[in-house]
């Protein structure tokens, strides 16, 4: 495997009856990282959120423009390709001209 499975830990885990003492924790993290945590969380809540709904609206999106120019592109390829060629030949005569130029 390429890595270990992740159930028989989980089962293992959740099968134990020792849970770490609460107290232990709490007195071995700082008042700063509790602060911290306590503002921290709500903020990548939000801005995960609000993440997930941008990339819920731009994947659509992208997907129709992808499919809009391949049947662009299916339909008239020969002009794209001869566009294509010639932004590249504009390009490099601009590209040596600098060159020339300087």
Same mark, same amino acid.
């Given at each position: ?13 959740? @099968? @134990?009856?020792?849970?770490?003492? /609460?107290?232990a ?11 911290? /945590?306590?503002? /921290?969380?709500?903020? @990548? ?6 993440l ?12 129709v423009?992808?499919?809009a ?5 299916a @339909?008239? &390829? =020969?002009?794209?390709? =001869?566009?294509? =060629?010639?932004a590249? &030949? ?10 020339? /130029?300087?």
């Amino acid at each position: 495997l390429l890595w270990r499975p992740l159930w028989p830990r989980a089962r293992g885990w959740a @099968t @134990t009856s020792s849970l770490p003492a /609460a107290r232990a924790l709490a007195s071995s993290v700082p008042l700063w990282a509790w602060l911290l /945590a306590t503002i /921290a969380w709500p903020v @990548t809540l939000v801005l995960g959120l609000g993440l997930l709904w941008f990339l819920a609206w731009l994947v659509p999106a992208v997907l129709v423009a992808d499919a809009a120019i391949q049947r662009v592109y299916a @339909t008239r &390829h =020969d002009e794209v390709d =001869d566009c294509i =060629d010639g932004a590249v &030949h504009v390009a490099r005569l601009w590209y040596l001209t600098a060159r020339l /130029a300087a």
